[in-house]
């Protein structure tokens, strides 16, 4: 499908030179003198590279058809991750490439989305907060509390490292943003 120039927002997803990128930031420019213009930052989906491009006012553009498919990850088999789809029960697997560093906040049961384009997948987002149990953290000292501001490196169950609250104990099962990594509270 062809959109025009004019039709570009954050989030737009867009086929260039046989790839597909998504808008990551976008200006329409209206100088006095000369032709309109969108001045772009887009990112491409399967390299991650980030560049600027600027298109033309009203030009053609070709959208690129990601489709956004739910998934359960299931479990890890050696270096692939194997994601089932709940309804066909059938399996998609990704290597730790395709995940990256994703794969601290991926626990088994977790759904998340497989971005497939041209029917291979291209790309894994995760949802916004995860809960995951502490599996080793210090004990607090008598008289911490949360109005401290204090912190204290705790080790989840992914094996991931997280600066928590002096407060949270082993075993407690805390929310984390998997945009940042950073604890949000207790569960």
């Not at 789809?85 to 490439?97: F, H, S, V």
């Not at 204290?152 to 998997?178: R, S, Y």
């Amino acid at each position: 499908m062809a959109l025009s120039s004019n039709d570009i927002k954050v989030g737009t997803e867009l086929e260039i030179d046989g790839a597909p990128w998504r808008v990551l930031e976008f200006l329409h420019v209206k100088p006095g003198k000369g032709a309109a213009f969108v001045r772009t930052k887009i990112r491409n989906f399967i390299t991650g590279n980030t560049i600027e491009k600027t298109f033309r006012a009203g030009v053609s553009i070709d959208e690129a058809e990601v489709f956004k498919e739910t998934k359960q990850f299931t479990y890890k088999d050696g270096s692939q991750f194997v994601f089932m789809d709940l309804i066909t029960y059938e399996e998609i697997r990704l290597n730790d490439a395709d995940v990256g560093d994703k794969t601290k906040w991926l626990k088994e049961g977790m759904d998340c989305n497989l971005l497939l384009w041209k029917g291979k997948v291209i790309g894994l987002e995760l949802p916004v907060t995860v809960q995951l149990k502490v599996e080793q953290v210090d004990p607090g000292l008598k008289g911490d509390t949360a109005q401290g501001g204090g912190t204290k490196p705790a080790t989840l169950e992914t094996g991931t490292i997280v600066n928590v609250p002096l407060f949270i104990n082993t075993g407690d099962t805390i929310i984390v943003d998997t945009r940042t990594g950073q604890y949000t509270s207790r569960a």
